[in-house]
């Protein structure tokens, strides 16, 4: 039997669709290279991912987006200008979205448990401070 995890990265191009297809979606003209093309074409795009996107989701996977990606506290805002095609920046919004969401949704890290020292590393430590102190006390100045 297959363990499911709080949520399946092979969902991930079907959310990033969904959130596509519901966010918000402007272009502007653009500066870079066009030549005299760029002052008249709308090259730059730009994606404003807000909470409302999200609806029509798993609810947990929409939590964990709104948690991760902070959306409740400002909109997610993509944007490329750096392509002659519109359709291209799109594309590299897209893949922008993509990595921030499989970032998102990816497990959080193991938190690593604190261990006790053993013994024997512990006696080790005793052994080499005594040592050192002997060491040091010796290095005194000498008697007349």
């Known amino acids: 039997m297959r363990r499911v995890t709080l949520c399946d990265m092979s969902q991930t ?5 969904h959130i596509v297809s519901h966010a918000d979606w402007t272009y502007s ?9 760029r002052d008249h074409v709308e090259t730059e795009a730009r994606l404003t991912v807000t909470p409302d996107a999200l609806r029509g989701l798993p609810a947990h996977t929409r939590d ?3 948690e991760r990606l902070h959306l409740d506290e400002r909109p997610l805002r993509l944007r490329s200008g750096t392509q002659r095609l519109r ?17 998102a949704l990816a497990p959080p890290p193991p938190v690593r448990r604190p ?30």
Request: no cysteine.
């Open 13 to 17: 191009p079907r959310i990033v669709a």
């Open 29 to 37: 003209r653009a500066t870079g290279p066009g030549g005299q093309r």
């Open 64 to 66: 964990r987006l709104t």
């Open 87 to 103: 359709e291209r920046n799109r594309e590299i919004v897209i893949t922008r979205l993509t990595r921030a969401i499989e970032t």
């Open 115 to 144: 261990t006790r020292p053993t013994r024997a590393a512990n006696e080790r430590r005793l052994t080499t401070k005594r040592h050192r102190a002997t060491l040091k006390q010796e290095r005194g100045r000498a008697d007349d």
